[in-house]
């Protein structure tokens, strides 16, 4: 068993202290953050494999009656980096910036409506590994594969869910298939 | 009444600037954290499981909304001097 960190997009949180009561009395690992535009909720979920954890935590969700739009990887800032890997935030910044270190550090990703600046803990795993600096986080790698599948299937579902009645016979099909 | 590396966790959000507001009659959602920077900074308002699984997990997600500030605050300060 390995433990698996990741983040689930959900709709509009009406109540954030009733939707989080639902959710806490359903399981023990998930934090919800939300309002009126939407949340999150933040897993660190033990499982076999990472699929069965991103899926069984959806299913969580969605009996505590969230609904789940996407699913995304463990994502960090360069704090949490330099918390991770127990080194200084400057020397971090050296790494990003490519003044100290191999070079090519992962990009960030800029969430929507946001400016923050996030990396993909498995692709920065990867790089401290091949810069002597660390090693591969194997849950992370894992869990930045599943989380792409899972949301390419919540997204198909929304589809199916959103397209008229005459088309989703053949796009249940095509999804079938 | 979460664990000790809750606590401390809470504490530091406190310490930071954070509005924490505890909930009462709820068997779980122990608290509400929102950020200093009001609802349209870096992160809608959180709530602070107390009866987590594990107790440095739940911590590590609060300790993490609170990089996420700091990580906002220092991206708007790079605007504003660039």
Known sequence: MSTYWFELEVGPVGDLD????????LCGDGQLAGDEH?????FSREALNAVTAILSAIDDCE??????????EDMVTAEDIAEKTSRSGQAVGHWITGERGPGDFPAPIIRRGSRVKLYSWAEVSFWL???GLGRIDSAAAETAGGAVEVDALLRARKVLRDAPTAQRKAMVKLVDA | MPGKHTRAAIKELLDAGWQVTYT?????????ASCPGGPDCCTPPFSINGTPDVDEHEAEKIRRKARQHHAKVA???EEEGA
């Open chain 2, 75 to 77: 991206a708007r300060q």
């Open chain 1, 63 to 72: 009996g505590s009656g969230l609904t789940v739009t996407g699913v995304m």
């Open chain 2, 24 to 32: 009462s009659a709820r068997a779980h959602a122990y608290a509400r």
């Open chain 1, 129 to 131: 590994s091949i810069a």
């Open chain 1, 18 to 25: 009733e939707a989080a009561e639902q959710l806490y009395s």
């Open chain 1, 38 to 42: 939407g949340g999150t909720v933040v």
